[in-house]
Nanobody, 123 residues
Framework: QVQLVESGGGLVQAGGSLTLSCAAS????????MAWFRQAPGKEREYVAA????????AYADSVKGRFTISRDNDARRLYLQMTSLKPEDTAIYYC????????????????WGQGTQVTVSS
């Protein structure tokens, strides 16, 4: 079992920045591939970014590429999402997830999910 708790969400103006954090507890954090997903009202949960267990490989959805950066600190058991140049369309609940190495953008492969943190970007 892995428990995930997100934090760092809030209200920010368009063009602003925000950094989300996900604290992990339970089984070995390093065993898991990690990712961020988001869900806007009335929409399905969508992939944002993912990172390998070592942090050496990361990938992004086209909609956030160049603006968001995913990172992890295995010693601190934390996952991060640095978000810059935020747009109103980035408004959503952001979730961190843990899964096996083949997970990447496939949300159905992730085993553990946090409760989410709200990000609201005003225009």
């Amino acid at each position: 079992q892995v428990q995930l708790v997100e934090s760092g969400g809030g209200l920010v103006q368009a063009g602003g920045s925000l950094t989300l954090s996900c604290a992990a507890s339970g089984r070995s954090f390093m065993s898991y591939h990690m990712a961020w997903f988001r869900q806007a009202p009335g929409k399905e949960r969508e992939y944002v970014a993912a990172i390998s267990w070592s942090g050496g490989t990361s990938a992004y959805a086209d909609s956030v590429k160049g603006r968001f950066t995913i990172s992890r600190d295995n010693d601190a058991r934390r996952l991060y999402l640095q978000m810059t140049s935020l747009k109103p369309e980035d408004t959503a609940i952001y979730y961190c997830a843990a899964g096996p190495p083949e997970s990447w953008a496939s949300k159905e492969l992730y085993d553990y999910w946090g409760q989410g943190t709200q990000v609201t970007v005003s225009s």
